[in-house]
């Protein structure tokens, strides 16, 4: 800041609520699950969702992917046409978006299933509860989430989440205890972008025609963004724009040119940072038939041959790509593919899946010393303010770990399976730490053994997977990169990767 100020922090803590709820089927739950052709697990959980919607005023239900939005309201529809419930998300147009929100506001809805686009944008004082469908993966996603309900003086903001597995329920319990004592996630503020300081050169020669240099810097320093920004920063990005054609750099001024077409053309066709999202039709290379549409998220990450993948409810494995369309083939193993809504999922924190870890560590190193399995799940739940149940159906798996006499995965342990052809890192090491992991071990082996490392990784565990891959070469593989040079390691195989050359 240019100008000495004060803060004042204003803030008024308010009242939240927040539970965890792991549904578990019961008999009539079978029956339902024939009907909407799910699993019996959905079914219990979409009749708890539906009895919580019953109970309120108003509702929003949360998902974390769009596909899964969509999903949900099928199935609600096909169960029950009569309960007015809307979707809301960003790949729906305007229009419909506004309809649901205005028919939420109206009472002729009784909820509204939605994703991120209504996390920040609705403010309807009558909406009694929030339901996240599945972790929300991030504190702040949760509390933001909660915040939409009770939205007037003197009433409580109420959340419910509903999980569906191990994973699901441990890592909602401990982002409902960081979310009920404020430890959020730090702001993640990027600086000195320069495709941003680029676009705002261009704006100030479009504005004054003629401007000094220092003039510039001293302009963009003034954001908290470019305060750090040095000289030559800005002359490597002047000197590019001027071998662009979009401005005149002489001695220590910067000119609108005289042809000024690139100019404009460049600024006004940049004006979003968001950058446009491409879609790839899905080609069956058999009968050349179309399959369906990837979001170019998920074709960065994962969109290269031999990758398998679920699509339209079949698993599918890219042959090849050629421009905007992707070919593949259909397989009968479901085994190892990836769900084709990835792209969309939200990060996992480091600090949230270690916490994860340290629950699955404490919870075994006490019954290896003898405990009694439900006094440890007693001592948790109290600590954490869930549910006594919700704690021993999430502890059910570490439970068959030490009944098989199988080392438990933890923050301080890594375990390493073999299941050929695939090999499987159990990392408590959140989204982003295990993709980087899963990127360079999958690039170092394939340049040691001469093929193709296909992986995918979620906030736990990492999959390699190759005929030619044994659980040994990635011992060794983690012992020579934490040897030798790791980060140039890791640097050489994001370079190398679609999502970096998306990036660019």
């Not at 419909?96 to 109206?106: F, P, Q």
């Not at 405990?371 to 549910?387: F, H, L, N, T, W």
Request: proline fraction near 4%; include cysteine; charged fraction near 30%.
């Amino acid at each position: 800041m240019s100008r000495e100020c004060e803060i004042i922090d204003a803030s008024v803590n308010r009242s939240m609520y927040i539970d965890v709820v792991y549904p578990t089927p019961i008999s009539e739950d079978y029956s339902l699950a024939e009907k909407l052709g799910v699993l019996p697990e959905v079914a219990s959980r979409l009749k708890t969702i539906k009895k919580l919607i019953e109970e309120h005023e108003s509702t929003l239900i949360f998902t974390n992917t769009r596909p899964l939005a969509e999903i949900l309201t099928n199935r609600f529809r096909l169960w029950d046409q009569h309960v007015p419930l809307g979707i809301h998300h960003g790949s729906l147009s305007k229009s419909t978006r506004i309809t649901a929100e205005h028919g939420l506001k109206s009472g002729e809805l009784v909820g509204i299933i939605c994703t991120s686009s209504l996390e920040l944008g609705i403010d309807v004082g009558r909406i009694e509860l929030c339901i996240q469908y599945n972790s929300p993966r991030e504190v702040t996603r949760l509390v933001q989430r909660v915040g939409r309900s009770g939205h007037s003086l003197g009433k409580t903001a109420k959340g419910i989440v509903i999980v569906m597995d191990s994973d699901d329920a441990l890592e909602s319990i401990v982002i409902t205890r960081r979310a009920r004592i404020g430890e959020l996630e730090e702001a993640a503020i990027p600086t000195e972008s320069l495709d941003v300081l680029m676009h705002q050169v261009a704006g100030l020669a479009i504005e004054y025609n003629k401007i000094g240099i220092d003039n510039i810097a001293s302009i963009l320093r003034r954001s908290y963004n470019f305060k750090d920004l040095e000289m030559d920063e800005l002359m490597n990005v002047l000197q590019h724009m001027s071998s662009l054609g979009i401005v005149e750099v002489r001695d220590t001024m910067v000119l609108k040119p005289r042809r000024s077409m690139e100019l404009y053309d460049y600024y006004f066709s940049n004006l979003s940072m968001i950058p446009e999202e491409h879609q790839y039709l899905v080609i069956d290379e058999k009968n050349g038939e179309s399959v369906g549409i990837l979001d170019e998220e998920f074709v960065a990450e994962y969109g290269e041959p031999g990758t398998r993948f679920i699509l339209t409810g079949r698993a599918w494995e890219i042959l090849h790509t050629e421009g905007d369309r992707i070919y593949v083939s259909a397989l009968d193993d479901y085994e190892g593919a990836v769900p084709s809504w990835v792209g969309d999922e939200i990060p996992v924190p480091f600090e949230v899946a270690q916490e994860v870890g340290a629950l699955r560590r404490e919870y075994a190193v006490r019954r290896t010393m003898g405990e009694d399995p439900e006094k440890i799940v007693e001592d948790i739940a109290e600590r954490y303010g869930v549910g006594f149940d919700v704690i021993f159906k999430a502890f059910k798996e570490v439970e068959e770990h030490l009944e098989e006499d199988i080392p438990v995965p933890s923050d301080r342990l890594v375990l390493l399976e073999i299941c050929e052809p695939y090999v499987i890192l159990h990392i408590h090491g959140g989204l982003k730490a295990n993709r980087t992991i899963q990127k360079v071990l999958a690039y170092y082996l394939s340049e040691k053994i001469g093929a193709p490392i296909h992986g995918q990784q979620n906030p736990y565990r990492i999959m390699l997977r190759s005929k030619h891959l044994v659980g040994e070469m990635v011992l060794e593989a983690i012992r020579e990169l934490l040897e030798g040079e790791f980060e140039e390691n890791v640097r050489r195989a994001v370079e190398s990767s679609t999502l970096f050359k998306r990036r660019l």
